[in-house]
Nanobody, 130 residues
Framework: QVQLVESGGGLVQAGGSLRLSCAAS?????????????MGWFRQAPGKEREFVAA????????YYAESVKGRFTISRDNAKATVYLQMNSLRPEDTAVYYC??????????????????WGKGTLVTVSS
């Protein structure tokens, strides 16, 4: 089984920065490990549905961002450390949410779902004060 553990959340003032990490362990039933997964970050604000934030392909050659975070957030990964990161700059109060990482089997399906594998972490809370 694949486990995903997020960290790095906390309280920050508007305009500040945080870096989230998501560490992966384990393998799928077919033997796949982190270096072959597409990875994504999602968030869920209080009273709202979970929404897509950013995604990265297994090789890091392709990234994709929600319009609301483009130019402020950067997704990256270190396959040797089995970790994906989300660098968040110029934070705004509306970025307040629980942030989740997701592992998918392809770059499109980590964004949309519906792939052959789908793993989620338990989330880390980011609070941005005004």
């Amino acid at each position: 089984q694949v486990q995903l553990v997020e960290s790095g959340g906390g309280l920050v003032q508007a305009g500040g920065s945080l870096r989230l990490s998501c560490a992966a362990s384990g393998r799928t039933s077919s033997g796949r490990t982190f270096s072959t997964f597409a990875m994504g970050w999602f968030r869920q604000a209080p009273g709202k549905e979970r929404e897509f934030v950013a995604a990265i392909s297994w090789s890091a050659s392709t990234t994709y961002y929600a319009e609301s975070v483009k130019g402020r957030f950067t997704i990256s990964r270190d396959n040797a450390k089995a970790t994906v990161y989300l660098q968040m700059n110029s934070l705004r109060p509306e970025d307040t949410a629980v942030y989740y990482c997701r592992a998918g089997d392809t770059f499109p399906t980590v964004v949309t779902g519906g792939g052959g594998m789908d793993y989620w972490g338990k989330g880390t809370l980011v609070t941005v004060s005004s």
